[in-house]
Structures are given as C-alpha cells and as structure tokens.
C-alpha cells in the first residue's frame, strides 16, 4: 500500500516537473496548469493513494464506474472531470456530479445537462469537445459547427462554457499534435470574441503529447498512463 503511494507520488511529481518546464519555456505559470489525473479503469484505490500527495483533479471516462468511485471516495475533497463520450440519456447520471464536463460534442447532450442541472438548481461548467484532425477522431464536433453550437449553449441557463477540449489522433511524434493545439488555441479565441466571453480553458495534452499542448496553452492536461500505468482492458 504504502509502495503504491509512494509510487504514484513520484510518477505524478515527474510529470508536475515536465509541465512545469514546458510552462516557464514559453513564459507560462506552471500553476496555471492543471493536471487531471485520468484514472478511468484503474482501481479507486489507487486514486485513494495518489490523493494522500495532495492530487485533487481525476478524469474518468465511463459513468457507472466514475459514479462507484465518487460513492467509495466520498469521504475525500476531489474534483472530478468527465472526459469521455457521454450519450445524453446519461446526462442525468452527470449533471452537478462532476466539477467540469470536457466532452460535449452535440446540441442534444448540452440540453440534457441544461436541463438536469436547472432541475438540481445548479450549473454545470462545460467544455466543447472539438475534432480537428479529421475522420480519426470518433468524437467532438468540427469547427464548421462550433460557432453556431457555441452560440446555443450560450443560450442554455444550467449549462457555463468554459472553454474547449481536444484529443487529436494517437502520433508516434508528439510534435505532430502541436498544430492541432494551436488550432484549439485559435478557436477559443475567435470565439471569446465572438461570444464577448472569456472562456478560461483549453484542455488538450494526454501522456504522449502534453508537452506541446502545455506550449501551445493547455490549462487542463488529461494524463493517464503516465501517472497509474498502463490501462487494464474493460470489461
Ligand atoms: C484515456 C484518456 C486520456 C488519458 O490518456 P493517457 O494516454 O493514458 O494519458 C486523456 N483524455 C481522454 C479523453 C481519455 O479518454
């Protein structure tokens, strides 16, 4: 147990230290960066232990287990991330659950929250989920239909937008995602401008590329592998 803790300590201090650097390298604040701890499929043990070294943020992609992990780890002061594809009949599941939802990618899921989180008396803060390496990505909407998206969620009381997130296609070469980080970049600013909003985050950068997203402005890296190891199959 105590191995475990120590364990996953110093992986997530390594990583701390590689976003730092990246950070000052281009002028940032490495506290201005978040790391989410992606946890899905790994044990909420481990997520017990990792919380002992002050962690607070943990993604996590599916919602029946994210809501077993929230129940056995209620005792501790987490945050949690929804990350992965969520279908809005499950909405209900999410909304006012999770401090910050990165991965609306339709009209018809962001009403879902809307509504939910209206019915819970809260807001749920939200990103949109952006596709922009074309037809590898299975999830996220394209540009084309962000501005217009955007403008609708706007309109939606329950549900803030915050910013957006992006997940580009697995790449052997980490610098090969860079493009598709300062495209992310750009989009979120065309749309503050567009919105009259200051949208604070951009999420993009997981264990093999979030060095060039840390440069390119991530506020929120989603890293898994790195931090637990590698992911045991679902079953
Ligand atoms: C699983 C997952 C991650 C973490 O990926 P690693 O390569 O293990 O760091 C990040 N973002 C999303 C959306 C994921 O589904």
């Known amino acids: 147990m105590i191995e475990r803790n120590n364990e996953l300590a110093e992986r997530a201090a390594q990583v701390k230290e590689d976003l730092a650097e990246a950070a000052r390298r281009v002028g940032r604040l490495p506290e201005d ?21 002050g962690q607070v943020d943990y993604g996590e992609s599916y919602v029946q287990e994210a809501m077993g992990k929230q129940e056995d780890l209620a005792d501790l002061d987490l945050r949690w991330h929804f990350i ?14 999770f401090a910050l939802v990165h991965s609306v990618d339709s009209r018809k899921l962001a009403q ?3 509504k939910k989180a209206l019915e819970r008396g809260v807001v749920q803060d939200i990103l949109l989920q952006v596709s922009l390496a074309g037809e590898v990505q299975k999830s996220g909407i394209t540009e084309e239909v ?19 997130m992006t997940m580009p296609p697995f790449f052997d070469e980490p610098e090969l995602a ?3 980080f ?22 993009m950068g997981m264990t093999g590329d979030f060095v060039p997203a840390v440069e390119e402005g991530a506020t ?13 199959p679902r079953v």
């Open 33 to 53: 960066i978040t790391l989410v701890a992606v946890s899905k499929l790994h044990p909420g043990s481990d997520i017990r232990a990792l919380a002992q070294s």
């Open 84 to 97: 992965g594809g969520l279908q809005s009949n499950k909405a209900k599941f999410v909304a006012g659950n």
């Open 112 to 114: 879902a929250l809307h």
């Open 146 to 164: 962000l501005p217009g998206l955007a403008d609708e969620v706007m309109e939606m009381d329950g549900v803030r937008l915050v910013g957006l």
């Open 178 to 180: 860079r493009p598709v």
């Open 182 to 203: 300062s495209r992310l970049r750009q989009l979120k600013d065309a749309l503050e401008r567009q919105l009259d909003t200051a949208l604070p985050h951009l999420s």
């Open 220 to 232: 929120l890296v989603r890293i898994g592998t790195r931090i637990f190891g590698v992911r045991p």
